[in-house]
C-alpha cells in the first residue's frame, strides 16, 4: 500500500540523495555526465537545502512511501516577487523534485503528490506556480493544466 504524508526535517537528507539520483538521470538524458565528486557535492548542497527550507518553512514536499521506502517525491518552493499584473501579491511557488522511482511510474502516484503540492500552494495563499518539466514529466503537467511559456532564459554568473 502507498502512504502519502508531508515531508518534514528528518526527510532533508533522503530527499537530498533523492534529488541527485533525479539530476543524474536528467544529466545522463541529456549526455552531460555527473561525475561522483560532483554528485557528493550535490548531495551536500541539496541536504543543506533541504534542512534550511524546510525549518524556515520556504520550501515544502510530499512524499510517497511503500512501506518505509521513499518511493516518489514533489517539492515546492515559495518566493515572493516585485507584483505583475496576473500575480499582484507577487507570491510565486516553483516545483522541484518531482521524481518517481521508475518501479513505480504509471501508477498515478505523481498525480497524487502534484494535488498535493498544488493544494499546499492554494493553501498559502499562491496564485502562480512554474516548474521546468521533463519530457517524462511533461504529459502529467499538461494534464492537469500546466501551459507551456517559452520565454524563459537562464544566465549562470560564473
Not at 541539496?46 to 518505509?68: I, P, Q, R, T
Not at 498525480?111 to 492554494?122: C, D, F, G, N, Q
Not at 517524462?136 to 507551456?148: D, V
Amino acid at each position: 500500500m502507498i502512504v502519502f504524508r508531508k515531508a518534514n526535517l528528518h526527510d532533508a537528507e533522503e530527499l537530498a540523495k533523492i534529488r541527485c539520483q533525479l539530476l543524474k538521470e536528467i544529466a545522463d538524458t541529456s549526455k552531460t555526465k555527473l561525475s561522483q565528486k560532483e554528485l557528493n557535492d550535490l548531495k551536500e548542497a541539496n541536504k543543506s537545502y533541504f534542512n534550511s527550507a524546510l525549518k524556515d518553512d520556504s520550501f515544502a514536499a510530499w512524499l510517497a512511501l511503500h512501506g518505509d521506502k521513499i518511493i516518489a517525491t514533489s517539492g515546492l518552493s515559495f518566493s515572493v516577487v516585485p507584483p505583475y499584473p496576473k500575480c499582484l501579491d507577487g507570491k510565486a511557488a516553483y516545483i522541484m523534485n518531482m521524481y518517481t522511482l521508475k518501479d513505480y511510474q504509471k501508477q498515478g502516484i505523481g498525480t497524487e503528490l502534484l494535488k498535493r503540492i498544488v493544494e499546499e500552494a492554494k493553501i498559502r495563499g499562491y496564485k502562480k506556480i512554474t516548474l521546468n518539466a521533463t519530457e517524462t514529466g511533461r504529459k502529467l503537467y499538461e494534464k492537469f493544466g500546466f501551459k507551456e511559456v517559452n520565454n524563459g532564459m537562464v544566465f549562470y554568473i560564473e
